[in-house]
C-alpha cells in the first residue's frame, strides 16, 4: 500500500468515514445509512454508504447508496424513484433516510417473505427496494447471484406477479485482473 492510504488507514474506520461525508457533503450523516463498509486496496480508499433495504413512498424520489473515493476526491450515487422515472435531470433530490413509517413497511414485507423460518434483517445481503403502491408493494430484491421481483398484497401479505433470475458467473479470465481489496473494520 502507498504511504497515503496507510495514513488514512491508520486514522481509522471513523476518520475515514468522516472524510467521506465531508468528501460528499449536502448535511450528510451517517444518521442516512444503514451499513457503511470501508475498504482499502495499495492506492485507494473506497468507502461505501448504504441502505441496502429501501421503502420508497408514493410519488418520492432520493439520492442514496454512495461510494466515495478517498484519493481521488469522487463520489459517486444511485437514485431511486417511487414511481419508476429517470430524474438524471433533477439536480436537486433529498438524501434518503430511513424513517421509521418506513421501517414498519420494510417488516411487514419481510414477516410476510419469510418462509416460517426466524429471519434478521440486519444480515441481509442484497439490496431491496420497496415502492409502495396503492394496494400492494413493488418489490425488487439483487444479490451478487441473483435478482427477484414480485408484488405484496398489503391486506393479505400475498405474493403475486413473481419473477427470478441467476446472474452467470464472471468470466474467470478477469479474476486476476481484480483489484484486491481488504475491509478496514
Known amino acids: 500500500m502507498n504511504k497515503e492510504v496507510q495514513d488514512l488507514i491508520q486514522q481509522g474506520k471513523d476518520s475515514i468515514v468522516q472524510s467521506a461525508l465531508k468528501l460528499v457533503g449536502g448535511g450528510v450523516t451517517m444518521d442516512h445509512f444503514t451499513k457503511i463498509v470501508v475498504q482499502a486496496s495499495k492506492k485507494e480508499i473506497y468507502v461505501s454508504l448504504l441502505n441496502p433495504i429501501k421503502y ?23 437514485e431511486y424513484s417511487n414511481p419508476k422515472v429517470n430524474n438524471s435531470d433533477i439536480m436537486d433530490l433529498p438524501f434518503y433516510k430511513e424513517t421509521e413509517e418506513g421501517r414498519k413497511h420494510i417488516h411487514f414485507v419481510f414477516e410476510s417473505i419469510k418462509s416460517g423460518a426466524p429471519f434478521d434483517i440486519s444480515k441481509f445481503d442484497g439490496s431491496m427496494i420497496i415502492r409502495d403502491e396503492t394496494n400492494f408493494f413493488d418489490i425488487n430484491v439483487e444479490s451478487e447471484y441473483y435478482h427477484s421481483w414480485y408484488k405484496l398484497d398489503k391486506l393479505t401479505g400475498g405474493l403475486f406477479d413473481k419473477g427470478h433470475a441467476h ?10 485482473n481484480r483489484e484486491i481489496l481488504i475491509e478496514i473494520k
Open 167 to 176: 446472474f452467470l458467473e464472471p468470466p474467470s479470465s478477469n479474476a486476476d
Open 56 to 78: 420508497l413512498p408514493k410519488n418520492s424520489a432520493f439520492y442514496t447508496d454512495i461510494e466515495a473515493i478517498l484519493i481521488e476526491k469522487g463520489t459517486t450515487c444511485r
